[in-house]
Structure formats: C-alpha cells, structure tokens
C-alpha cells in the first residue's frame, strides 16, 4: 500500500485525486479477480456539488430546470406550443444555441447539455401527434399565464414595501426569510398561487432551511444585515478570545510534569473547546444568512417586478 500512496502523494480531496483514487482501487481489484466499474462517470458525470446535494435528498437548479423541460415537452406538440409553454414557466428560449434562459439568470443553459437535443425534442413533438388523447390532455395544461400577484398581494398584506432601503446594512433580514416562508404556504394552500420567477422557484425548494434561518434570527433578536454583521464580528472576537486561552492551556499541558495539575489543564481546555464548538456552529449559520440575504432579496424584487403587468415580446400569450 506504501507504493500506492507515493503514486498518490499528498492527498488534497480534488477530482484528480478521487479518479487516482478510484484507479488505484480498479487496480487492486482486478489483481484480486474482483469486477470493477468499466468507463463509468465520475459523480455520476454531474458536478460534485450537485452529486452530493441530491445524495442528501435536495434537488439542485439543474434537476428543477430538467423538470421543467419535461413538463413543457409532455404539453407541446410543436415549436410554438414548446416556447408558449416555457414562456409560461418564466424562461425564454434561443434557437440559435438551442438554450433556454430565465430573465434573471446570467447564462443560459443548453439544451443538450440536459439530455435534450434537437432531434430528441422533434421526436417527442412527433410521438405527441400521434396521440389521440394528446389534445385532450394539452387542453388541461394550456401554457401558464403570468398574471400571478401573489407576492405583492403578500407584501401589501405586511404592509412592506420591497424597495424599502438602498442600504444593503439595513435590509430587513428576518422579514425577508418571514416572506418566503409565508410564500411558500400560499403556494401550497392557495388555489392558482404561482411563482413566476424560475431562479425564485428553485430557491423555495428548501424551505425547511428558510424556517431553520428565521428562527435562528429571531432567537439571536437580529433583524437587519447590519444586526448580522455585528453579531458576526463579536462571535469572532468570543471564539478568539477562548481559542488564545485554550492554547495557553495546550501549552501548559506539553510543558506540565505534574500528572495531578496536567489533569486539571486538559479539564479546563477540553471545556474551552465545548464552549468554543456551539460558537462556531452559530458563527458559521450567520455567515451563511448574511451571504445569501441580499441575493434572496433580489430575487423577491424580481418577482415582485415580474407580477406587474408588462408588454414582452410574448405579450401576445397572454391573451
């Protein structure tokens, strides 16, 4: 095994890394008469990040976008009837790159890149001609019209105006998280409650840690971004503070002959480190609020605006 670990060297958890991992492993097995995994992807050819997040349960942007496309092609028998209905989940269609694209999205996203190539798209059309209950179905499916106003009839309700503030440091944090947890009932409740945003309806698949983040506001009393950072800076100061006296004591401790007083300097440091744990865990929850807020709020600004009536290009759907 020693040969094995200098072909690796220092291990740095990377992509490369895993594949010599998984070469190595392929190696052993084949010199043991074991079977092995022939030309298979690495992560199931997905992203890292997206491999895991779905191992543990979640659907990532991709995954919801691929569903998406799916619905859109099980309700369209031509071109026309696949943008009408995609135009109706929010997104916009390129044919020249055969992308698809929502308004708040930097890039689009091709196609091919989600299984669906050109030729795959004609031959679904094709299949949906030639089913007699097709129309019959599409006729309960028609394309969406984007006159929801739900969130704004939400914030009128809260009496909350979404440009409340050009301060980012004054962004209400916790009335943000209220909304979309809020939303999220409507839409389960509510009869023809919709989002139009796709970027906004692929955030609200994880409302369970839109309701972990509130309470975890509300607990620490912190509304604004302002009341995060705060809070941010003196939990760093408290961890740093205990980490110095933890390292005295590590110190003492290596230079400790006395069994009896080296004892009671690893009980003294061991309870430094309990303090020390819950901190970081607290710290690192706040972080992650303060970096995900502002965009959050961008993206209720953006639905908020795409509830108000506009003449797009697709204006003629809507009649």
């Not at 052993?28 to 895991?52: M, P, Q, T």
């Not at 994880?206 to 009341?227: A, S």
């Not at 480190?273 to 992650?288: D, F, G, V, Y």
Request: aromatic residues 10%; positive net charge; charged residues 35%.
């Amino acid at each position: 095994m020693v040969g094995y670990a200098k072909k690796i060297g220092k291990y740095r958890n990377s992509r490369e890394q895993h594949k010599d991992i998984r070469r190595i492993s392929d190696e052993i097995c084949k010199a043991h008469s074991k079977s092995v995994l022939e030309n298979s992807d690495f992560y199931g050819g997905k992203h890292r990040g997206e491999y895991w997040y779905e191992k543990k349960g979640g659907i990532t942007h991709r995954e919801m976008l691929r569903r998406d496309i799916e619905y859109c092609l099980t309700y369209s028998s031509n071109w026309r009837e696949f943008e009408k209905q995609l135009y109706g989940l929010g997104y916009a269609i390129d044919y020249t790159r055969m992308s698809v694209k929502s308004k708040d999205w930097q890039r689009a996203v091709r196609l091919n890149r989600l299984g669906y190539t050109e030729d795959v798209i004609i031959e679904r059309f094709k299949t949906n001609r030639q089913n007699p209950y097709f129309y019959a179905t599409w006729n309960s499916h028609l394309p969406k019209k984007r006159r929801s106003s739900t969130l704004n009839k939400l914030l009128k309700e809260l009496e909350w105006d979404i440009d409340h503030t050009n301060s980012t440091g004054e962004m209400m944090a916790d009335v943000i998280f209220y909304i979309l947890i809020t939303l999220f009932k409507i839409l389960a409740e509510v009869t023809g409650a919709e989002i139009l945003s796709p970027e906004l309806r692929h955030e609200m698949r994880d409302v369970k840690q839109f309701v972990e983040d509130y309470r975890f506001l509300r607990d620490n009393n912190l509304r604004t971004m302002n009341d995060l950072k705060t809070y941010i800076d003196s939990t760093e100061l408290e961890i740093g503070a205990l980490m110095y006296q933890r390292d005295k004591l590590k110190n003492k401790v290596r230079r400790e002959t006395t069994n009896e007083v080296k004892t009671e300097n690893k009980a003294q440091r061991a309870e430094l480190t309990s303090q020390i744990k819950p901190l970081r865990k607290k710290l690192r929850r706040a972080r992650e609020i303060y970096e995900i807020s502002p965009h959050l709020y961008e993206l209720l600004r953006t639905e908020a605006e795409l509830e108000k009536p506009t003449r797009a290009r697709y204006y003629n759907y809507e009649r």
